[in-house]
């Protein structure tokens, strides 16, 4: 099927679905397949629960008049997207890095939206699927967008700026993420500066960290840039104090953030610099950013009933963003902390050693209690308390009461982390 023909159906029905169990009567339901799941077996249910229509790439040997036959069900979704894509000639800003993406995200929205009809990335659908999506999900009306890409592999940013076409974007940073997936910091460098590429060769703008060199590196040829950092930099700010929360001076005004650890400063500094650059009067951008509230376990700072204040950075780990957690931990004045922290995963070959290097980081702490919980802690040399997944240590928890204390819970997405929230 043509996707001009396609698209006629999704205006009339602007609803896509590819979970037949989640799908709502007038929705476009797409066959989407995977490892473990093929979407054209549940073509029947999808269009029992009322299907507008049903995307499909293999024969079901249903006969019904929804039926859609396409050659790939993903790749028709990409190209719908695309389509949609085009509808609107705004600015799109896309987002990447290794850490602090969703949030600069965030941010940036919370500082738009307080001017435009600004549309974003829901969550963390930020990948093949989430993307187009996403697209899909941009209403009539909408003044800019803001897309979040994550990646895990090479070729994989500049296969979702082929359907997204930003004109605009912004790498947060490039750590130790994904390393098996890129084949070394190297490869995540080139990984993510694929969204430079594209804009390179488009004649886009990006928003560039001037504290990293590597990213000035990575922007040579980018001609339409603006820099933010804490020096030399278009928009540049230094951080007065993170205790507990971030506080930036902007233009003589005292930013009073529910951001916890400095090393949101730069994801903070971003949406300065786009609010600026897309003018955004310095008072709203002020009041957005005092605003915004994170959440889903991101840097979230939660007392509980035991008299905890406890750091919930457990949507995800690496080396860079452990080390800055931990890192943050040590500077904040408080009479006992509790490190909780997860394994990192899809390390590769170099996993061992950086949860060695993260051992030796929590014994140069002045950290009054550490658990280490699951991943590649257990091959790991060292003193602590190590217990094997996030249901043990919440049992543990409950039986060794944490009391008073300022506890920092970090892990990567598999380990979950957040589970032992309760116990504290």
């Given at each position: 099927m043509a996707i001009l023909e396609l698209y006629e159906h999704f205006r009339r029905h602007p609803q896509v679905c590819t979970d037949s169990r989640r799908?709502?009567?007038?929705?476009?339901?797409?066959?989407?397949?995977?490892?473990?799941?093929?979407?054209?077996?549940?073509?029947?249910?999808?269009?029992q629960r009322g299907a507008a229509y049903a995307v499909l790439d293999e024969e079901t040997g249903i006969r019904d008049h929804r039926i859609l036959q396409v050659d790939d069900a993903l790749t028709c979704l990409q190209q719908l997207a695309l389509h949609h894509r085009r509808q609107f000639v705004i600015p799109v800003l896309a987002i990447t890095g290794s850490n602090g993406k969703t949030t600069t995200k965030e941010l940036i929205h919370a500082v738009l939206s307080t001017r435009y009809r600004t549309h974003t990335t829901r969550g963390n659908l930020n990948n093949h699927i989430g993307i187009p999506l996403t697209l899909l999900s941009m209403p009539v009306g909408t003044e800019v967008a803001v897309i979040e890409m994550g990646a895990n592999h090479q070729r994989e940013i500049a296969s979702y700026c082929s359907f997204t076409e930003p004109?605009?974007?912004?790498?947060?940073?490039?750590?130790?993420?994904?390393?098996?997936g890129f084949g070394g910091v190297e490869g995540v460098r080139k990984g993510k500066g694929e969204l430079y590429d594209h804009l390179r060769s488009t004649g886009g703008?990006?928003?560039?960290?001037?504290?990293?060199?590597?990213?000035?590196?990575?922007?040579?040829?980018?001609?339409?840039?603006?820099?933010?950092?804490?020096?030399?930099?278009?928009?540049?700010?230094?951080?007065?104090?993170?205790?507990?929360f971030l506080a930036v001076r902007l233009q003589?005004?005292?930013?009073?953030?529910?951001l916890v650890g400095a090393y949101n400063l730069p994801n903070m500094l971003a949406a300065?610099?786009?609010?600026?650059?897309?003018?955004?009067?310095e008072e709203d951008i002020c009041r957005a950013i005092e605003a915004y509230e994170p959440s889903n376990s991101r840097s979230q700072l939660i007392h509980t009933a035991a008299g905890n204040d406890v750091i919930l950075d457990a949507y995800n780990a690496n080396p860079t963003s452990m080390r800055a957690a931990i890192e943050n931990?040590?500077?904040?004045?408080?009479?006992?902390?509790?490190?909780?922290?997860?394994?990192?995963?899809?390390?590769?070959?170099?996993?061992?050693?950086?949860?060695?290097?993260?051992?030796?980081?929590?014994?140069?702490s002045d950290c009054d209690q550490v658990v280490l919980v699951?991943?590649?802690?257990?091959q790991t040399a060292h003193p602590y308390l190590f217990l094997p997944n996030a249901e043990t240590a919440t049992q543990w928890l409950l039986d060794h009461p944490?009391?008073?204390?300022?506890?920092?819970?970090?892990?990567?997405?598999?380990?979950?982390?957040?589970?032992?929230?309760?116990?504290l």
């Open positions: 799908l709502q009567p007038g929705d476009i339901f797409f066959a989407l397949k995977g490892p473990s799941f093929n979407g054209n077996h549940f073509a029947a249910q999808a269009l004109t605009h974007g912004l790498i947060t940073n490039c750590g130790k993420a994904h390393l098996e703008m990006i928003f560039l960290c001037h504290d990293y060199d590597y990213l000035r590196d990575m922007s040579r040829g980018i001609t339409r840039l603006i820099t933010y950092g804490t020096a030399d930099a278009e928009v540049a700010e230094q951080c007065l104090h993170s205790e507990p003589g005004r005292t930013v009073e953030t529910r300065v610099a786009v609010g600026r650059h897309f003018q955004v009067p931990l040590a500077r904040q004045q408080h009479p006992r902390k509790v490190v909780i922290i997860g394994g990192m995963m899809e390390l590769g070959a170099e996993s061992l050693a950086e949860h060695a290097g993260i051992v030796e980081l929590l014994k140069a699951g991943g590649d802690f257990r944490v009391r008073s204390s300022l506890v920092l819970v970090k892990g990567s997405r598999s380990i979950a982390m957040e589970k032992v929230l309760p116990s």
